[in-house]
Every structure is written in C-alpha cells, then in structure tokens.
C-alpha cells in the first residue's frame, strides 16, 4: 500500500479502515463509507445537472412552454442553487468522520427517491434563504439531512448498489423538478437522458 499523497486521501483511508461495515455478502464484503470525494462528487454532479437542465431548457423551442413562463424566474432559482452548491463545495474537506460515517448510513438505510426529495428540499430552502441562511457548510447541510432522514418514521430498506451513487441523491433529468410545475409546459425529456 503506498502512503496517501494528500491530507484529504490520508483522511479518506483512515475513514475507510476506521468505519467499516459488517460483512455483507456471502464472500464477507466491506461496504466503504462515504467519503469527502463521494460528497465532493454528488455536490458537483448536482450543479452540473442543473446547468446542463438549463441549456436543454434554452435549447426548447418557445412554443414548448406555458404562455405565463417565466424565464427569468425559474434561470435565477437554477442559479441560486448552483451558487448554493458551489457555497457548499467549499466546505466538504471540513466533514467530520462522524458525519461521513452517518451520511452512510443515510446513503445505505433511506430509499433513493425520499433520499432526493429531501436533498431537494432542504437545497430550495436554502437557496431561496440566500448568504444568511442557516446552513452554510456541508458540515451543517448533511448534518440536518441526517437529522431529516432520521426523524421519518417509514420503514426503511438496505439499498446496497452503490454503483452509481449521485442517482441515489438527484435526479439526473430535471433535477429541480421545474418541468413539472404547471406554469412551464415544458414536461420532462423523453428517450435515454442519463
């Protein structure tokens, strides 16, 4: 094993060695935990699915949308999420173990498709809160994720595929669900989007 070139690869090893799962499978299989790379990943993804939504939506032809769209209105709540997420990025090498360790078990424990409506939720309070809003680090955001996640009373599954992690948080096609409100039209992509 060679040693780690960067503070952030030596963290992640020591996470990984530190917090690992039960065996899991039939050949006795760690799980790695979620890690500032997989936080970095999922936050970025997130803001380049939303701009890559905005350039399909500036791609459409005018009469694809409502007469009362507002184009102005739904480009800055894009906007305000990307400067949002970008907000948050800056902040993901400060995760503490025991929030990487419990955003696994978030990641593993919660179905995806309340896992994406809660990201999306807590991102548009947030983003609509502007530079005073309460959850300014990643630190403080997926902390109250957790908190959100833990505080339903559904009964959860053990979703181990884990092999495409951000489908798990957004949704790839229209992340901010904006095609489905009445006043766009637009509707959502049809064909092979991911």
Not at 12 to 23: E, G, H, I, S, V
Not at 37 to 60: C, H, M, P, Y
Not at 66 to 88: E, K, M, Q, T, V
Not at 187 to 194: E, I, S
Request: aromatic fraction near 8%; proline fraction near 5%.
């Amino acid at each position: 094993m060679q040693p780690p070139h960067s503070k952030a690869e030596a963290r992640n090893a020591a996470l990984r060695w530190n917090c690992r799962r039960f065996p899991t499978g039939p050949f006795n299989t760690f799980e790695a935990i979620v890690t500032h790379e997989e936080v970095r990943n999922i936050l970025s993804g997130f803001s380049a699915a939303i701009e890559l939504d905005q350039l399909r939506v500036d791609a459409l032809p005018s009469w694809a949308f409502h007469a009362s769209y507002d184009d102005n209105l739904w480009r800055g709540w894009r906007r305000d999420h990307i400067d949002y997420l970008a907000a948050l990025l800056k902040s993901v090498d400060e995760i503490s173990n025991s929030v990487l360790c419990r955003l696994d078990e978030v990641a593993m424990g919660c179905d995806s498709r309340t896992l994406k409506a809660l990201v999306l939720n807590l991102c548009g309070e947030e983003a609509m809160c502007g530079p005073d809003n309460d959850l300014k680090t990643a630190t403080a955001f997926f902390s109250r994720l957790i908190s959100l996640v833990g505080s339903r009373k559904t009964k959860r599954r053990r979703d181990r595929n884990r092999s495409q992690p951000a489908s798990r948080w957004y949704d790839v096609c229209d992340p901010l669900r904006i095609s489905k409100d009445p006043e766009c039209g637009y509707g959502t992509p049809a064909g092979f989007v991911h």
